[in-house]
T-cell receptor
Framework: DGGITQSPKYLFRKEGQNVTLSCEQNLNHDAMYWYRQDPGQGLRLIYYSQIVNDFQKGDIAEGYSVSREKKESFPLTVTSAQKNPTAFYLC????????????FGEGSRLTVL | AQKITQTQPGMFVQEKEAVTLDCTYDTSDPSYGLFWYKQPSSGEMIFLIYQGSYDQQNATEGRYSLNFQKARKSANLVISASQLGDSAMYFCAMRGSETYKYIFGTGTRLKVLA
């Protein structure tokens, strides 16, 4: 079945450590996105990528990094520079430029101890 | 700049009744798309319905309909015949024609009462 797979589902990190969240899609979608969701709040865009080897900062990119070496993969690294990384992270993809809804993964919940 | 506003943090509705969740938006893009998503407590985001800015008719998908009023910049979601399983967070979202970015509102938590 086609879809988006995020891993791990739950992750605990000590302060000062970098962590990488995986996002893989087999939908053949061009665009991929990372969102952050804090309790009781909406989704805020961290980074997005329109095509391989290209990505743009979203509204809250500070303290995060991404890569897009393959169409199927868009990993997110939460660096130690991110001041408040505890959150729910959602990866998504969309088919094209002006069409289609976002398809989401099941999310990764990161807790900093 | 684009913006989505959902002014209802929480709503209650009796089972089998209809409910309207409000969404207003702001954009300068000539064309855009409006979306509604449902997020159950499990955290997954489920796409419900889409409305294009040039669509002449309001979108409908089963029990979901979108009341699109372009002049008022509103895109309210109407859920008919509410079910207990409709209890969830609901997010309104928009994407303009000039960008790949999808932006989201802060959501409305709906609770369906038996």
């Amino acid at each position: 079945d086609g879809g988006i797979t995020q891993s791990p589902k739950y992750l605990f990190r000590k302060e000062g450590q970098n962590v990488t969240l995986s996002c893989e899609q087999n939908l053949n979608h061009d665009a991929m996105y990372w969102y952050r969701q804090d309790p009781g709040q909406g989704l805020r865009l961290i980074y997005y990528s329109q095509i391989v080897n290209d990505f743009q900062k979203g509204d809250i990119a500070e303290g995060y990094s991404v890569s897009r070496e393959k169409k199927e993969s868009f990993p997110l690294t939460v660096t130690s520079a991110q001041k408040n990384p505890t959150a729910f992270y959602l990866c998504a993809s969309s088919f094209g430029v002006f069409t289609g809804e976002l398809f989401f993964g099941e999310g990764s919940r990161l807790t900093v101890l | 700049a684009q913006k989505i506003t959902q002014t209802q943090p929480g709503m209650f509705v009796q089972e089998k009744e209809a409910v309207t969740l409000d969404c207003t938006y702001d954009t300068s893009d000539p064309s855009y798309g409006l979306f509604w998503y449902k997020q159950p407590s499990s955290g997954e985001m489920i796409f419900l319905i889409y409305q294009g800015s040039y669509d002449q008719q309001n979108a409908t998908e089963g029990r979901y309909s979108l009341n699109f009023q372009k002049a008022r910049k509103s895109a309210n979601l109407v859920i008919s015949a509410s079910q207990l399983g409709d209890s969830a967070m609901y997010f309104c979202a928009m994407r303009g024609s000039e960008t790949y970015k999808y932006i989201f509102g802060t959501g409305t938590r709906l609770k369906v009462l038996a």
